[in-house]
């Protein structure tokens, strides 16, 4: 599967964006699409993801209330609606493809296919 983010910019404190996904390629229904984020010198961090079906989420603590993910099937695109964006919110954000096992998958690892990433920055 190849992914393409987008929709990466510069925005205040407070302030909203909208990323977007896209994926091209062989899908399947059994695929969980990812979003993590990497801050300088830092750890590239789960963020939040979604089931094929658009019925499963998940979120991690730091966004929840603030983002929300969600998909097009249609258009092969999953999003991230992003709201009340913080300085410590700046990082380049990479969209991800992994299978659904027991659970939605929240480990780099278990994510096979990779976007190039889309640099978010917030300016406080």
């Known amino acids: 599967v190849q992914l393409q983010a987008s929709g990466g910019g510069l925005v205040q404190a407070g302030g909203s964006l909208r990323l977007s996904c896209t994926a091209s390629g062989r899908t399947s229904s059994t695929y969980v699409t990812g979003w993590f984020r990497q801050a300088p010198g830092l750890e590239r961090d789960f963020v939040a993801a979604i089931t094929w079906s658009g019925y499963s989420t998940y979120y991690a603590d730091f966004v929840k209330g603030r983002f929300t993910i969600s998909r097009d099937n249609a258009k092969n695109t999953v999003y991230l609606q992003m709201n009340s964006l913080k300085s410590e919110d700046t990082a380049v954000y990479y969209c991800?493809?992994?299978?659904?096992?027991?659970?939605?998958?929240?480990?780099?690892?278990?994510?096979?296919?990779w976007g190039q990433g889309t640099l978010v920055t917030v300016s406080s």
């Open positions: 991800a493809v992994g299978a659904y096992q027991t659970a939605i998958p929240r480990r780099r690892n278990e994510y096979d296919d």
